[in-house]
């Protein structure tokens, strides 16, 4: 077998190969700097008109009704974080242990049923979550509108991310652990907690910070749920504002300082969301090992 | 097109090994046999110059002894063998010891012929002649087991070694006679009583390498004395592997 | 007369530190027509073997042969995985460890198991590593005793001297060696009476797998020790007797050859094991 034998293509069909290329590059260029332009519009967007509104008073103070001056987001900033909070007391410790159900207990079965439910749950359309949530607890169980029903319609949609990819995480442990602890003879559940967990914590704490990120900035279960409230709360049981329920408010309205102010808490929703998930980034690679 | 021939064998370094020492060993054994037979020889004729020749020779008999040695020990450090293989090795390296002792005893021989610097033999030699012929065939035989791991002939000719047992005894009774009725004839009877002694330890060393060809098979080792067997023995022998 | 002596008197080193097992109680390790499937496969049919306490036991044989899954069931670690399954019988001292109401927790909690891939907890130290076993175990002990029992396994695991500085570094900082003999401390922390290894040196370079036979030979003086390996020279360097395991050609692998290390290897009594002992296999 000699190196000469592969004989070279003709002329013609290099060229035709040549145009394929070059055309192929181009498109792939184009597509993705219309992707990478919409980001960046997006985020001039934001920035050009929400950054006028942002100061102090922003912050801090609540909205004033319409045709007074000033006022700010700050009763919707510390309604996120509340309702962002319960959610994932709910959330978080329910998603493990379905990830743990799913890999360590491994009933077959039942784990490929498990999963398939998360998926099913992270497919519905959120406003389909704040309905049930709605119906469920504001008109059945609570009677009300509550940062509580809020916190559950959040829950729901953030237990399949979390469980997802903490039990990704979680396949990621090798065997040979499972298997040196359980040949020192321990009983399985310690396996999982002292060993296995431990192990997985850095994955599982990105789990968490990523549902928690997704389900700080959902709007529609929240409409139907939370309601929204103009004054500082931390009731559980009365309405709560919300960062994306203010927004839609201000921005749903006829009034262009509104708009203006719905432009500003964009820009915050936006910025918090991007810090967590930069934050994570910077960590992920040493943490994750 | 590649020029590399694949055999297939996963050992054949080892075995091609293996295989040179056999070709070497039956070369020692070769040599050693004709020195028995020349040795004895110049000693029924009195030639002195057969005779050196045999001493001379006999340093070809060291060196190809210690090359096989060199060798075993080298496939040892190299191919790390077992079983079988090494049964084989460790046999080679003993029976190369007792070929070589053979070849000295030759020499042994060759010097006598010298030492009677010219005055005739005492009789002519019947007796010393037939050993050395049972010494050559139980040579040729015995390595012949050992090479095609044959344990019964091992053990059959070890059972001849009486043979030349009986022989050296008669060679004994005999020069025994002639010294007691003429004693001028001791020096001459001593000497051909030496020689028929070391044709008798050649028989000997040849049931050494019967030992060394069951010890290859069975991997136990025997001792063949030089008694002949009991019916008893011959049961004890035929069924303990 | 004829004679035939005995064998050799010379002994040796194998012999002399494991004189012919403390089968005072019976074998310390005894399986009965022990048979193991993954699924529907037939891995190991009809093993019927009695192991020495007090000494070291080689399984030897090709890949596939079915000597890890016979390992694995000597400390119901075969049933971990899915689908696995076991019947027969396997006896340590006197008790038959799958009898229908045996706790295999506690069953492993009795027989250590060091795995091929060295595998200390990542997320431990060293310390914390040796103190795994009685931890997982749920044994409550003071710091004291703590200290005194990581130092005492790390010593007859032949590590103390190379860590007792880093004892708070994790144990995944130690070289491929250290960390193997890091799972050996793990696994004798326990103080089981059985030590199974798989294969232990495989992945380990010569001197470290040196170091590692040195070490199995000692703890031999305590322990039952049933090794794994692919190594024949390692089997004879390390055991007292081997066990030959080979797949037929059913695939179901079964025992072929069991006896004394020396005399497998000089003289084994089967034509396979001579086959495959003498790499002159397939």
Known sequence: ?289 | MSAIQHTGRSRQSLDDSIERLRTDLRRLASLVDMAIDRSVASLARLDERAARQVIADDAAVNQLRYAIEQDAVHLIATQQPIASDLRFIIAVLAVVSELERIGDYCVGIGKIVLLHEGRPLLKPLIDIPRMATLVRQGLRASLDALITKNEFLARAIASQDDEIDRLYDQIYRELLTYMLNDTTTIDRATWLLWAAHNLERMGDRIQNICERAVYEVTGKVVEFSGMPPTSEDDRKAATDF | ?282
């Not at chain 1, 055309?23 to 992707?35: F, K, N, P, Q, R």
């Not at chain 1, 504001?138 to 916190?151: E, M, P």
């Not at chain 3, 997982?136 to 010593?155: I, Y």
């Not at chain 3, 059985?194 to 380990?204: K, V």
């Open chain 1, 1 to 289: 077998m000699t190196a000469a034998a592969i004989a070279s293509p003709s002329w013609r069909v290099r060229r035709r190969r040549r145009v394929a290329d070059t055309i192929m590059a181009v498109l792939l260029t184009a597509a993705t700097a219309i992707a990478i332009g919409l980001l960046l519009l997006i985020l001039g967007y934001l920035i050009v008109n929400g950054l006028p509104a942002l100061n102090l008073a922003f912050f801090t103070e609540r909205p004033k009704p319409f045709g007074v001056e000033g006022g700010g987001v700050g009763p919707a900033i510390v309604g996120t974080l509340i309702v962002s909070a319960v959610a994932g007391i709910i959330a978080i410790p329910i998603g493990i242990a379905a990830a743990i159900f799913v890999t360590e207990l491994r009933p077959g079965r039942w784990g490929a049923i498990v999963r398939f439910a998360a998926e099913l749950i992270a497919g519905l359309p959120s406003i389909a979550v704040g309905v049930f949530v709605w119906s469920f607890l504001v008109r059945g169980l609570l009677g009300r509108y509550s940062a509580i029903a809020g916190a559950v319609a959040l829950a729901v949609i953030m237990i399949p991310i979390v469980a997802r990819t903490t039990e990704e995480v979680l396949r990621l442990v090798p065997g040979s652990l499972r298997e040196a602890a359980l040949a020192l003879g321990a009983p399985r559940w310690r396996v999982v907690m002292r060993v296995v967990l431990p192990t997985a914590r850095a994955g599982v704490a990105t789990a968490a910070v990523l549902a928690l990120a997704r389900a700080a900035g959902e709007t529609a279960p929240l409409l139907l749920t939370a309601l929204g409230n103009l004054f500082f709360s931390t009731d559980l049981l009365r309405p709560i504002a919300a960062l994306p329920l203010q927004i839609y408010q201000y921005a749903a309205s006829p009034y262009d300082d509104w708009h203006a102010k719905a432009w500003g808490a964009s820009l915050i929703l936006v910025a918090v969301i991007a810090l967590v998930s930069f934050a994570l980034r910077a960590f992920a690679p040493r943490v994750s090992r």
């Open chain 3, 1 to 282: 007369m004829t004679m035939t002596a005995a064998r050799p008197t010379t002994t040796t080193p194998q012999q002399e530190a494991a004189p012919e097992a403390s089968l005072a109680a019976g074998p310390a390790i005894r399986t009965e027509r022990l048979n193991a499937w993954y699924g529907t496969t037939h891995a190991v049919g009809d093993v019927t073997l009695e192991i020495p306490g007090r000494s070291v036991t080689a399984v030897i044989g090709p890949s596939g042969c079915g000597k890890s899954t016979l390992l694995r069931c000597l400390n119901r670690m075969h049933e971990i995985t899915t689908g696995a399954r076991v019947a027969g019988q396997v006896f340590l001292g006197n008790e038959d460890i799958y009898w229908q109401g045996t706790d295999a927790v506690e069953v492993r909690g009795r027989v250590g198991m060091v795995f091929q891939r060295p595998n200390p907890f990542p997320m431990m130290s060293v310390y914390e590593n040796v103190a795994a076993g009685p931890r997982l175990r749920g044994w409550k002990r003071t710091r004291a005793e703590m200290d005194e029992m990581v130092e005492r396994n790390l010593r007859r695991a032949a590590l103390w001297d190379e860590v007792k500085d880093k004892l708070r570094r994790s144990g995944a900082a130690l070289s491929g060696g250290q960390q193997q003999r890091l799972c050996i401390a793990r696994a004798l922390a326990t103080d089981p009476a059985i030590l199974l290894m798989d294969e232990p040196a495989s992945a380990l370079d010569p001197i470290a797998t040196y170091k590692i036979e040195e070490l199995v030979r000692e703890l031999a003086d305590e322990l039952t020790i049933v090794i794994v390996t692919h190594n024949m020279q390692q089997a004879s360097r390390v055991s007292a007797r081997t066990a030959f395991m080979l797949a037929g050609e059913d695939g179901v692998g079964r025992l072929v050859e069991y006896g004394k290390t020396d005399e497998l290897f000089t003289t084994p009594r089967d034509e396979r094991t001579e086959a495959y002992i003498t790499g002159r296999f397939g």
